[in-house]
């Protein structure tokens, strides 16, 4: 066997290594896909590490409508729309939109909030209370992770539009700051 034909037969072993590799990753994209749909997510990303400079990073997600947002026509047809507008009827013609309000701080992430840091303890801030900046509102839990969400400035507490342990969207209204 000379060296060419080793050369040759070590590139095939590649090719086929790294197409096995593609067939590997498409079928774990797959997966993750149909975990979304399945569990009504909007949005999944992982992070794999194969070795040194070897690595996956997948991040699906799944466009979603905002109620108060006109809606493009292919949107409207999409399977997505119908719980946006289940939410719609909420608002009546004399309500404001909350994510309307200056004072409104909306949420960074999705996930599950959390008025208390455990259950049974007393809320971070109730209707009346004056923050500070940087104080702490709620809590939302992301994939396992509890995550404070900071006042972004000093006021007071307006309204709180959320209830705890309710599930949340990103950018969906949390509460109302004066």
Same mark, same amino acid.
Do not use: C
């Given at each position: 066997?000379?060296?060419?034909?080793?050369?040759?037969?070590?590139?095939?072993?590649?090719?086929l290594r790294r197409q096995e590799?593609?067939?590997?990753?498409?079928?774990?994209?797959?997966? @993750?896909?149909? /975990? @979304?749909?399945?569990n009504? /997510?909007?949005?999944?990303?992982?992070?794999?590490?194969?070795?040194?400079?070897?690595?996956l990073k997948v991040r699906l997600s799944r466009g979603v409508t905002i109620a108060h947002a006109p809606a493009p026509a292919s949107m409207a047809?999409?399977? @997505?729309?119908a719980p946006v507008a289940?939410?719609?009827?909420?608002?009546?013609?004399g309500e404001v939109d909350p994510a309307d309000d200056p004072g409104c701080v909306?949420?960074?992430?999705?996930?599950?909030?959390? @008025?208390?840091?455990e259950p049974g303890a007393a809320p971070f801030v109730s209707? #009346?209370?004056?923050?500070?900046? #940087?104080q702490t509102l709620l809590i939302i839990e992301a994939m396992k992770t509890m995550n404070q969400i900071p006042s972004p400035r000093a006021g007071v507490v307006k309204k709180i539009l959320v209830s705890n342990?309710?599930?949340?969207?990103?950018?969906a209204p949390l509460l109302i700051l004066e």
């Open positions: 066997m000379t060296k060419a034909d080793t050369s040759k037969k070590e590139v095939r072993v590649e090719d590799a593609a067939a590997a990753d498409v079928a774990f994209i797959e997966a @993750l896909a149909k /975990l @979304l749909r399945e009504d /997510l909007t949005e999944i990303e992982v992070e794999r590490e194969f070795g040194d400079d070897d690595e047809a999409a399977p @997505l729309a289940a939410a719609a009827p909420a608002a009546t013609a909306t949420s960074p992430m999705v996930g599950t909030v959390y @008025l208390a840091a209707v #009346g209370d004056a923050v500070e900046a #940087g342990e309710q599930p949340i969207e990103f950018g």
